[in-house]
């Protein structure tokens, strides 16, 4: 079952206007504001008239299995409700080298961009896109020459940064600067948050080591 046009335009629109939401002065602190502002400002630019059809065919991809737990309801969260009837249809993608210690990893992390390089609405500038890790699953210490916002939409994870780990609920922004070493931890419950780059959006993540 593939995606929908319409479907994958109604969840930027819901990432683009939680977003301008939190821009409501003292919701969020300085650096968080101005990145949230940038990504606006470059999904102005994006041409979400038409989308590529090759980028909405479903991957079928494993996570898929790890997301039973993320509840029928998504009340009070209107991002969380606009990605959750279409899961299962999403372009999950996971591109990573193989890891010896974590060989399984590429079956139960996988991410799935609706705007960006190679994704239904193409940008060289922004991705706008949805990261799933499967319960208990750490997403290995990585960083990226993108700065990366993540909005956390189901699970608390345990996210680190720099040294320093603290658990996000749902509703957290997290903001990881260019090149930032982070690593996220998922509880018994699978983690699944919506993300956005800017910068560098063509140069993929690399794991700091193996």
């Given at each position: 079952?593939?995606?929908?046009?319409?479907?994958?335009?109604?969840?930027v629109?819901?990432?683009?206007?939680?977003?301008?939401?939190?821009?409501?002065?003292?919701?969020?602190?300085?650096?968080?504001a101005?990145?949230l502002?940038?990504?606006?400002?470059?999904?102005a630019?994006?041409?979400f008239?038409?989308?590529?059809?090759?980028?909405?065919?479903?991957?079928?991809h494993?996570?898929?299995?790890?997301?039973?737990?993320?509840?029928?309801?998504?009340?009070?969260?209107?991002?969380?409700?606009a990605?959750?009837p279409h899961?299962?249809?999403?372009?999950?993608?996971?591109?990573?080298e193989?890891?010896?210690?974590?060989p399984?990893?590429g079956?139960?992390?996988?991410?799935?961009?609706?705007?960006?390089?190679?994704?239904?609405?193409k940008?060289?500038?922004?991705?706008?896109?949805?990261t799933a890790?499967?319960?208990?699953?750490?997403y290995?210490?990585?960083?990226?020459?993108?700065?990366?916002?993540?909005?956390v939409?189901?699970?608390?994870?345990?996210?680190?940064?720099?040294?320093?780990t603290?658990?996000h609920?749902?509703?957290?922004?997290?903001?990881?600067?260019?090149?930032?070493?982070h690593?996220?931890?998922?509880?018994?419950?699978?983690?699944?948050?919506?993300?956005?780059?800017?910068?560098?959006?063509?140069t993929?993540?690399?794991?700091?080591?193996?």
């Amino acid at each position: 079952m593939a995606l929908s046009s319409h479907a994958a335009l109604a969840a930027v629109d819901a990432v683009r206007q939680h977003f301008a939401e939190r821009l409501a002065p003292g919701k969020e602190s300085a650096p968080v504001a101005a990145e949230l502002e940038h990504i606006l400002a470059l999904l102005a630019d994006v041409d979400f008239s038409k989308a590529d059809e090759k980028h909405l065919q479903a991957s079928g991809h494993p996570v898929i299995r790890h997301l039973q737990q993320v509840g029928v309801s998504a009340k009070d969260n209107e991002v969380l409700a606009a990605f959750l009837p279409h899961l299962d249809a999403l372009p999950w993608r996971y591109s990573y080298e193989t890891r010896a210690d974590a060989p399984d990893i590429g079956e139960r992390m996988a991410w799935a961009e609706l705007v960006g390089p190679i994704a239904p609405f193409k940008s060289e500038k922004v991705c706008i896109g949805l990261t799933a890790i499967g319960p208990g699953l750490l997403y290995p210490a990585h960083y990226h020459p993108a700065v990366e916002t993540y909005l956390v939409l189901f699970g608390t994870a345990r996210w680190t940064a720099e040294g320093i780990t603290r658990e996000h609920p749902p509703g957290t922004l997290i903001l990881h600067p260019s090149n930032i070493i982070h690593a996220m931890q998922a509880s018994d419950e699978p983690l699944l948050a919506a993300y956005a780059w800017t910068g560098d959006v063509e140069t993929l993540s690399a794991y700091a080591e193996q």
